[in-house]
């Protein structure tokens, strides 16, 4: 059974900080996503990668960055947290040409 | 790009009866649609899916029906029970540099009254 985990469940800081939200699957899927869940606008992509070292830009990258250094993980960064990142965020991963998705059970940011 | 509307936002039916939330998308290359469950505190989870050549699956109590030529696909719950209330998430995808990209719904929020 893939896994998709993701290193913080609840994260609380505070304005202006540089934060990192880990995320780490362990079946060498190839392609790794950055979602961001607010009630009523379901799911939107923020970043994703295809392989290690490359990115590209989803729906809603301001504010945003990621890396991903190594296969297994995609770290997702905000370089100056604002009280509009408060969230829920979701890591997803798949396998190159696959259509299926596994997702992380999602960190819950909020800035204060 | 992908634009993908799902109705309703809440949905609220008495366990036994069925239950029905349509999506429509905008982008005819889509041509997978998937759809997420999502309980509370939980991840998303793939449900039940459908490719652009068929018109109909079935599994056990959930349906998902897909009509190309409207851009629309429904997804159907009989005899709902109350661990059916959930979130339900419809997504659109066509493929991108190989693979597939999910446009998803805003959700659609079941609650199953026992």
């Known amino acids: 059974d893939v896994k998709v985990t993701q290193s913080s469940r609840y994260l609380v800081k505070r304005t202006g900080e540089k934060v990192f939200l880990e995320c780490v699957q362990d079946m060498d899927h190839e392609n790794m996503f950055w979602y961001r869940q607010d009630p009523g606008l379901g799911l939107r992509l923020i970043y994703f990668s295809y392989d290690v070292k490359m990115k590209e830009k989803g729906d809603i990258p301001e504010g945003y960055s990621v890396s991903r250094e190594k296969k297994e993980r995609f770290s997702l960064i905000l370089e100056s947290a604002s009280t509009n990142q408060t969230s829920m965020y979701l890591c997803a991963s798949s396998l190159a040409n696959s259509l299926g998705y596994t997702f992380g059970s999602g960190t819950r940011l909020t800035v204060v | 790009g992908e634009n993908v509307e799902q109705h309703p936002s809440t949905l609220s039916v008495q366990e036994g009866d069925s239950a029905v939330i349509k999506c429509t998308y905008s982008?005819?290359?889509?041509?997978?649609f998937p759809w997420y469950k999502q309980e509370l505190g939980k991840r998303p989870q793939l449900i039940i899916d459908?490719?652009?050549?068929?018109g109909e699956k079935k599994d056990q109590r959930i349906a998902v029906t897909l009509n190309k030529t409207a851009k629309h696909f429904s997804l159907h719950i009989t005899e709902t029970q109350p661990e059916d209330s959930a979130v339900y998430f419809c997504a659109a995808s066509s493929p991108s540099g190989g693979s597939y990209i999910p446009t998803f719904g805003r959700g659609t929020s079941l609650i199953v009254h026992p």
């Open positions: 459908i490719r652009s050549n068929v």
């Open positions: 982008d005819s290359a889509s041509n997978y």
